[in-house]
């Protein structure tokens, strides 16, 4: 997902745009701790296996440290644990059934279809049920293809389990000693956010350093709200960081209006909030602020800033702890973790039914394809459908075509390695580098991690028949069949896959961006519901996070719903910058000011030095009052319009905005909104 909105040019060189979005890695550091986690569960259990001189036992452990692998993505350990449970359960379960099927292909392939629908609909419930469901369908098909001279059924499930708990124990083992670490550096990471977002000169920077700070506020919220700790010490650190986090949001609103101006903050400041992320990570004592505004001539968020940095770390009112019944706690976590327009309620719908259908319909195409391949163990063809035919784990094309360039990348790598035919040590630290590349790529790109699973998975099925030329052959020619199964029946030919479909998700964002300019300028005073306004500054850009989210999926795809996303980034630039415009009003009205209708442009506003803020032009001291009434009305039912029109698929109509100049910010920007919607054609992307 791009942090910046795709260059628009009307003539492009060079690869095309869903190409170069589909090859992007995500912005996200290299998770070299969750690699080394996986090399030891995935590769540990190879080497002791031949050791002892029975690698089909090591292999078979190995296969059941597996799951864990494939569904860890960091998060609060307690989090962390439930999910990686969740899908080690499933994926046991799928094994189990898979291997009750061994020797009887015809059966087999009916329950795996069957395991399709379910694993759809378990889906449906939310972003860890998902995993569940897809691991369970995953090691079902594992489980009826599975082979291996010597050992018996019974045999092969209690080693799966036995690997599975392996791989628990080594994902799990930081708990004991580093129980809060990843809530203390996702509540560090805003910190260090804000520090960049104050740090920036220009615009396209700016927006892009805005939509970092949105999604580590969004994860520090995510995690600190739902992570609960076992042992008072770690239920007081929780408690401390949720107040540290709730005490940056006036810091976060009083930058986010510098930004909108095109100011920066002095050096201490930024030097400031890097010591504060510091101390944050090491468990330290906050340092404390100490520098003060410059008199009448600092600017009202300058004056904000500094206003809001003197009360971080004041012990304030901290949240009670609360203790929960264990079946309120598990309702707590499953509702947690559902998906936007997702969750339980969508389990067994008409959206949910026709997902079902779609992987159903490639499942059983995938099975009678492996039925009748003239290549053995052809059940690699449904394997890949499972893994690729998951449309909330993003763009079906891009996925299937990034499945596709990392296998065959995957058999040139492995092939001079393992044609070779190695065993013993070198053949377990084979897998221990591929194993880590399955956890690098999966937090940077998909092609990553289908180049390291090939081979990875070809060492844990076939070890006793490396060396086959054939075997690589036959891995490439299955996985290249399921990838054009993916993309001719679940994708080119299934009704609606290629119609632009962004319209729903513009107009949700649009809805929250409306609801939070009328409770924001209704709260535009000192004494208001800060509160209320705060969750509905929070929600609105939540929402514009989840729809850069959903337009940086599409636009991997060549086709009109791809072209239509790439006209779309305007859309939600134009939302970003309304609401940081709500924020500003807010922001100046807390302080006793207005923007009036002759501010300076961002444009045109020179850099400062550091640590010298000058007045701003325009801005003229007035009663700390909201907005009109009127005013209010007008720009909710300009939103009103424009979701309205996102929604139906057509141009927004023109509604009168305000004139008043306190507002002429916001009013400028829902107008460029207008525009930008306005060009966006939602039938046909063009």
């Given at each position: 997902?791009?942090?910046?909105?795709?260059?628009?040019?009307?003539?492009?060189?060079?690869?095309?745009?869903?190409?170069?979005?589909?090859?992007?890695r995500?912005?996200?550091?290299?998770p070299?701790?969750?690699?080394?986690?996986?090399?030891?569960?995935?590769?540990?259990?190879?080497?002791?296996?031949?050791?002892?001189?029975?690698?089909?036992?090591?292999?078979?452990?190995?296969?059941?440290?597996?799951?864990?692998?494939?569904?860890?993505?960091?998060?609060?350990?307690?989090?962390?644990?439930?999910?990686?449970?969740?899908?080690?359960?499933?994926?046991?379960?799928?094994?189990?059934?898979?291997?009750?099927?061994?020797?009887?292909?015809?059966l087999?392939?009916?329950?795996?279809?069957?395991?399709?629908?379910?694993?759809?609909?378990?889906?449906?419930?939310?972003?860890?049920?998902?995993?569940?469901?897809?691991?369970?369908?995953?090691f079902?098909?594992?489980?009826?293809?599975?082979?291996?001279?010597?050992?018996?059924?019974?045999?092969?499930?209690?080693?799966?389990?036995?690997?599975?708990?392996?791989?628990?124990?080594?994902?799990?083992?930081?708990?004991?000693?580093?129980?809060?670490?990843?809530?203390?550096?996702?509540?560090?990471?805003?910190?260090?956010?804000?520090?960049?977002?104050?740090?920036?000169?220009?615009?396209?920077?700016?927006r892009a350093?805005?939509?970092?700070?949105?999604?580590?506020?969004?994860?520090?919220?995510?995690?600190?709200?739902?992570?609960?700790?076992?042992?008072?010490?770690?239920?007081?650190?929780?408690?401390?960081?949720?107040?540290?986090?709730?005490?940056?949001?006036?810091?976060?609103?009083?930058?986010?209006?510098?930004?909108?101006?095109?100011?920066?903050?002095?050096?201490?400041?930024?030097?400031?909030?890097?010591?504060v992320?510091?101390?944050?990570?090491?468990?330290?004592?906050?340092?404390?602020?100490?520098?003060?505004?410059?008199?009448?001539?600092?600017?009202?968020?300058?004056?904000?800033l500094?206003?809001?940095?003197?009360?971080?770390?004041?012990?304030?009112?901290?949240?009670?702890?609360?203790?929960?019944?264990?079946?309120?706690?598990?309702?707590?976590?499953?509702?947690?973790?559902?998906?936007?327009?997702?969750?339980?309620?969508?389990?067994?719908?008409?959206?949910?039914?026709?997902?079902?259908?779609?992987?159903?319909?490639?499942?059983?195409?995938a099975?009678?394809?492996?039925?009748?391949?003239?290549?053995?163990?052809?059940?690699?063809?449904?394997?890949?459908?499972?893994?690729?035919?998951?449309?909330?784990?993003?763009?079906?094309?891009?996925?299937?075509?990034?499945?596709?360039?990392?296998?065959?990348?995957?058999?040139?790598?492995?092939?001079?390695?393992?044609?070779?035919?190695?065993?013993?040590?070198?053949?377990?630290?084979?897998?221990?580098?591929?194993?880590?590349?399955?956890?690098i790529?999966?937090?940077?790109?998909?092609?990553?991690?289908?180049?390291?699973?090939?081979p990875?998975?070809?060492?844990?099925?076939?070890?006793?028949?490396?060396?086959?030329?054939?075997?690589?052959?036959?891995?490439?020619?299955?996985?290249?069949?399921?990838?054009?199964?993916?993309?001719?029946?679940?994708?080119?030919?299934?009704?609606?896959?290629?119609?632009?479909?962004?319209?729903?998700?513009?107009?949700?964002?649009?809805?929250?961006?409306r609801?939070?300019?009328?409770?924001?300028?209704?709260?535009?005073?000192?004494?208001?519901?800060?509160?209320?306004?705060?969750?509905?500054?929070?929600?609105?850009?939540?929402?514009?996070?989840?729809?850069?989210?959903?337009?940086?999926?599409?636009?991997?795809?060549?086709?009109?719903?791809?072209?239509?996303?790439?006209?779309?980034?305007?859309?939600?630039?134009?939302?970003?910058?309304?609401?940081?415009?709500?924020?500003?009003?807010?922001?100046?009205?807390?302080?006793?000011?207005?923007?009036?209708?002759?501010?300076?442009?961002?444009?045109?506003?020179?850099?400062?030095?550091?640590?010298?803020?000058?007045?701003?032009?325009?801005?003229?001291?007035?009663a700390?009052?909201?907005?009109?009434?009127?005013?209010?009305?007008?720009?909710?039912?300009?939103?009103?319009?424009?979701?309205?029109?996102?929604?139906?698929?057509?141009?927004?109509?023109?509604?009168?905005?305000?004139?008043?100049?306190?507002?002429?910010g916001?009013?400028e920007?829902?107008?460029?909104?207008?525009?930008?919607?306005?060009?966006?054609?939602?039938?046909?992307?063009q």
């Amino acid at each position: 997902m791009p942090a910046t909105p795709p260059a628009q040019t009307s003539r492009r060189r060079g690869p095309p745009l869903w190409l170069v979005q589909l090859l992007r890695r995500s912005p996200v550091p290299v998770p070299w701790a969750r690699a080394a986690r996986a090399a030891l569960a995935l590769a540990l259990p190879l080497a002791v296996g031949f050791t002892a001189d029975r690698p089909e036992y090591g292999v078979l452990v190995s296969i059941g440290a597996l799951p864990v692998v494939l569904a860890e993505h960091g998060g609060p350990y307690r989090q962390r644990a439930l999910r990686m449970a969740a899908a080690t359960a499933a994926a046991t379960a799928g094994y189990g059934v898979g291997l009750l099927t061994m020797g009887m292909p015809v059966l087999a392939a009916a329950v795996i279809v069957l395991l399709a629908v379910l694993s759809v609909h378990i889906s449906a419930a939310g972003e860890d049920a998902s995993i569940a469901g897809m691991l369970m369908l995953v090691f079902g098909v594992l489980g009826a293809g599975q082979y291996l001279e010597g050992v018996s059924g019974a045999a092969l499930f209690l080693l799966f389990v036995l690997g599975s708990a392996w791989g628990l124990a080594v994902t799990l083992a930081g708990w004991v000693v580093r129980g809060t670490d990843p809530e203390r550096a996702a509540v560090a990471q805003v910190f260090v956010e804000l520090a960049v977002l104050l740090s920036v000169t220009d615009e396209r920077t700016a927006r892009a350093a805005r939509h970092q700070l949105t999604v580590a506020m969004n994860t520090a919220y995510d995690q600190l709200l739902h992570a609960r700790a076992w042992v008072p010490a770690r239920d007081a650190t929780h408690r401390r960081l949720l107040t540290l986090l709730t005490q940056a949001t006036p810091v976060v609103e009083a930058a986010v209006a510098m930004v909108a101006r095109g100011r920066r903050a002095p050096r201490p400041v930024v030097d400031h909030l890097m010591d504060v992320a510091t101390a944050v990570l090491g468990d330290a004592e906050l340092p404390r602020f100490t520098q003060q505004t410059e008199g009448p001539s600092a600017s009202p968020a300058m004056s904000a800033l500094y206003s809001g940095l003197a009360r971080l770390g004041d012990p304030g009112e901290q949240p009670r702890p609360r203790p929960l019944s264990p079946w309120r706690w598990l309702w707590r976590w499953l509702r947690s973790s559902e998906r936007p327009g997702g969750g339980l309620g969508t389990i067994g719908d008409r959206a949910t039914w026709r997902a079902s259908a779609r992987l159903a319909l490639c499942m059983a195409i995938a099975e009678a394809l492996s039925l009748l391949m003239p290549l053995g163990h052809a059940h690699w063809i449904p394997l890949t459908v499972a893994l690729v035919l998951k449309p909330e784990l993003g763009s079906v094309f891009g996925r299937a075509v990034l499945r596709a360039i990392g296998t065959v990348a995957g058999v040139g790598l492995a092939a001079p390695l393992l044609l070779a035919y190695p065993h013993g040590l070198i053949l377990a630290a084979l897998a221990a580098i591929f194993a880590g590349g399955v956890a690098i790529g999966k937090a940077l790109n998909y092609g990553i991690l289908s180049a390291c699973m090939t081979p990875l998975i070809i060492i844990q099925l076939d070890v006793q028949n490396l060396g086959e030329p054939v075997l690589l052959a036959e891995r490439l020619t299955h996985t290249l069949l399921g990838c054009a199964v993916v993309l001719v029946f679940g994708y080119w030919l299934w009704p609606g896959s290629l119609r632009p479909g962004a319209g729903t998700t513009v107009a949700a964002s649009v809805e929250a961006v409306r609801d939070y300019i009328d409770v924001g300028l209704r709260n535009a005073r000192p004494d208001a519901d800060r509160v209320a306004r705060r969750r509905a500054r929070r929600q609105a850009y939540r929402a514009l996070a989840d729809l850069r989210a959903a337009l940086g999926q599409v636009l991997v795809e060549p086709s009109a719903a791809g072209r239509q996303a790439l006209l779309l980034w305007s859309v939600a630039v134009g939302l970003e910058r309304v609401a940081d415009a709500v924020t500003e009003v807010c922001v100046h009205a807390e302080q006793g000011s207005t923007v009036g209708a002759a501010a300076t442009p961002p444009e045109a506003v020179a850099s400062r030095e550091s640590g010298e803020e000058a007045g701003e032009a325009g801005e003229t001291p007035q009663a700390n009052v909201p907005p009109p009434e009127i005013d209010i009305a007008r720009l909710t039912w300009a939103m009103d319009e424009l979701a309205a029109a996102a929604r139906r698929g057509t141009r927004p109509e023109r509604v009168p905005l305000p004139e008043n100049p306190a507002l002429a910010g916001v009013s400028e920007r829902v107008e460029s909104v207008f525009e930008a919607l306005r060009g966006a054609d939602y039938r046909d992307g063009q």
